[in-house]
């Protein structure tokens, strides 16, 4: 089995900053790709980030220029550096590992970030 670890989540003030990592273990095919989805209370979850193990990456809209996404292969963690953080940032964030060979989706119980005014 596939096993994603989260950690960093926490309460930070509006305008600061928080790392959260993510460590998958397991059986991992190598070509894969790890991101971050986030679901805030009375809201669908949504994507946040992606970064594939080549290292293309992807953001949402909301966070360009805030977060950062990356990743060290050699352990299978992925990382999500998130700085000017607002009040609408606050949900619980979920890590995912995608294997798009077999098409399975492998999911972290989540972390919360509270991020007050």
């Known amino acids: 089995q596939v096993q994603l670890v989260e950690s960093g989540g926490g309460l930070v003030q509006a305008g600061g900053s928080l790392r959260l990592s993510c460590a998958a273990s397991?059986?991992?095919?190598?070509?894969?790709?790890m991101g971050w989805f986030r679901q805030a209370p009375g809201k669908q979850r949504e994507l946040v980030a992606v970064i594939t193990s080549g290292g293309s990456l992807n953001y949402a809209d909301s966070v360009k220029g805030r977060f950062t996404i990356s990743r060290d292969n050699d352990k299978n963690t992925v990382y999500l550096q998130m700085s000017t953080l607002k009040p609408e940032d606050t949900a619980v964030y979920f890590c995912?590992?995608?294997?798009?060979?077999?098409?399975?989706?492998?999911w972290g119980k989540g972390t919360l970030v509270t991020v007050s005014s």
């Open positions: 995912n590992l995608h294997i798009g060979y077999y098409g399975e989706d492998y």
């Open positions: 397991g059986n991992i095919f190598s070509d894969n790709a």
